[in-house]
């Protein structure tokens, strides 16, 4: 919890069993796993906000949902989705590597490659104009291009 909270990133479950569903699924986590749920927990018996969110297979006969994360970030906007089947869990890591990916992506307005890692290098974001992807003066394409992430330079080298 506290390595999201470093990320100034708010937790928020929901589920479609009841409060009283919650609270002993809460305690039973904390009793035997030792690990306490600092985020509220909202539920949705009535399964209104799990259907509008794609949460619940439409053909589905029962009320098992997909284990959903949405990135959403201050602007209100939706900036990543997974779901995970009820037979995969979700990676702790993974979503901490997202995040820290899409707020250095935002701040820096580059793109993070498959498999970075946080103080890898970061990648120039694709020009928005086709003239823009032409005028490289005389370098790799700007795909091939690494801005370094420790100094927040651009790396021109031609490697």
Known sequence: MSDFEALNCSL?????????????????IETKFDVKVTFPVIEDVSMAVSTAYGMIHET?????????????????VLKALTHYPL???????????????????AKEDVAVPAEWQPGDDVLYNPPCLFNDALDNSGKKAW?????ANDTGEADESQS
């Open 12 to 28: 928020i479950g929901l589920s479609v069993d009841s409060v009283f569903s919650h609270i002993a699924w809460l305690e039973s």
């Open 60 to 76: 589905s006969s029962s009320t098992a949902t997909v284990r959903s994360v949405f990135v959403i970030d201050p602007d209100g």
């Open 87 to 105: 037979a995969v869990g979700r990676s702790v890591k993974e979503l901490l590597r997202l995040l820290k990916g899409l707020q250095l992506s």
């Open 143 to 147: 795909y091939y291009r690494k801005v």
